[in-house]
């Protein structure tokens, strides 16, 4: 029987590939412009996923790149440095650092630097509520006429996303006191003892690094966010890649959004919202962006 080789659909050719925006390799993006526009157009930005330990921006999917170029919209895939080479919060800074060189470079791209959606999967869906809810990391006084851009987004979607990156947080709501950290979180935190978890130092970049903890009425984003685990009850003996893409941690978010009057989609494999008017994430990120 003849064997057959599978081929990895292929997209657009990026306008501009491997744009630097720092001394480091992965701190760079492919960038997709819309063919003849004739005003700025908005642009969604694809962070990829790896538990902030492996991934690259080529597993951006090419359909959607397409489905976003058809829509009058601009995409960007992003690298970022992984966990190898240091701890947060440096994976946020290099995808803030992408962000502020595309908004420094809309004139020239014929971009809309006002409409600018980021979404991803596990740590790029991290990252991109990171972005959604911190302040903006933007300084006027620098020299440095990209760090005067702002970190600022319009929306932000997640696939099988974490509102949290807090050991202490993940035990309380999954009711497991015992609960044990997954292997992305120690080099993560650059831990390297079980007492670090204890630590000053840990504790205070485990809430800094969890973008609910940022989260405030003002200036924030909507979100949409897509779940493809049941929702099972979580226990000591539950994998640690189970329950760090468990649909509570979009539940939580979505509690906490509610309560300060911001919009918040959780959809799963059996957790379906009430009200979705958008049926997609796609939907969604272009109708914030275009409405």
Sequence with gaps: ?????????????????????????????????????????PMVIFIHGGGFRSGDKSMAPPGVIDQYLKAGIAYVALNYRLSDVGPYPMMMH????????????????????KKVACYGGSAGAGISLWLGFHEDLADPDRKDLIA????????????????TYDIRTFREWFGVPDLQHGPALPAFYAVESDADWTSERVKKLMTEASSITHLTKKDDVPVYMIYGRPNTVVTAKTGSSEWVHHVKLGLKLQEAMQQVDLECIVTGKDVKPKNDPYGSLEAFLTAKLKG
């Design 94 to 113: 290099d995808a803030a650092r992408s962000l502020q060189t595309i908004r420094h470079r809309a004139t020239e791209w014929n971009l809309d630097p």
């Design 1 to 41: 029987m003849e064997k057959r080789t599978q081929t990895k659909p292929t997209g657009p050719k990026p306008t501009h590939a491997n744009v630097s925006c720092g001394d480091y390799e992965k701190q760079a993006f492919d960038i997709w412009l819309v063919p003849n526009a004739t005003e700025p157009t």
């Design 148 to 163: 005067r851009q702002s970190t600022r987004i319009t929306a932000a979607g997640t696939l099988n996303g974490q509102s």
